[in-house]
Nanobody
Framework: QVHLVESGGALVQPGESLRLSCTVF????????MSWHRQTPGNQREFIAT???????NYADDVKGRFTAVRDNAKNTMYLQMNGLKLEDTAVYYC???????????????WGQGTQVTVSS
């Protein structure tokens, strides 16, 4: 069974940096696009960034220039480097991956459990 584990969430002050990690575990053929989303209480989950298996990344406008998504395919891991954090970046951050698992007829999205990022002075 494929599952994702996020880590790296913490309490930081405005302007500081943080790096989140997301690792895919289990038995699978391939990992295709990987993405980051975030969610605050009472709101829908919002897209932050996505990165292809070849490393091409795209970002939401409000994080562009501050956040950088990279992946290490050898480690089945994606990272989100977050610089210049703002109060409004406070949220639970979720990663997802389009994974073709063993015994599956096609790939499907798998989500992690989320990691809390709190930006507070």
């Amino acid at each position: 069974q494929v599952h994702l584990v996020e880590s790296g969430g913490a309490l930081v002050q405005p302007g500081e940096s943080l790096r989140l990690s997301c690792t895919v575990f289990g038995k699978f053929f391939s990992i295709y696009d990987m993405s980051w989303h975030r969610q605050t209480p009472g709101n829908q989950r919002e897209f932050i960034a996505t990165i292809t298996d070849s490393g091409t990344a795209n970002y939401a406008d409000d994080v562009k220039g501050r956040f950088t998504a990279v992946r290490d395919n050898a480690k089945n891991t994606m990272y989100l480097q977050m610089n210049g954090l703002k109060l409004e970046d406070t949220a639970v951050y979720y990663c997802s991956a389009d994974v073709w698992a063993f015994a599956a007829v096609h790939s499907q999205d798998v989500w992690g459990q989320g990691t809390q990022v709190t930006v507070s002075s």
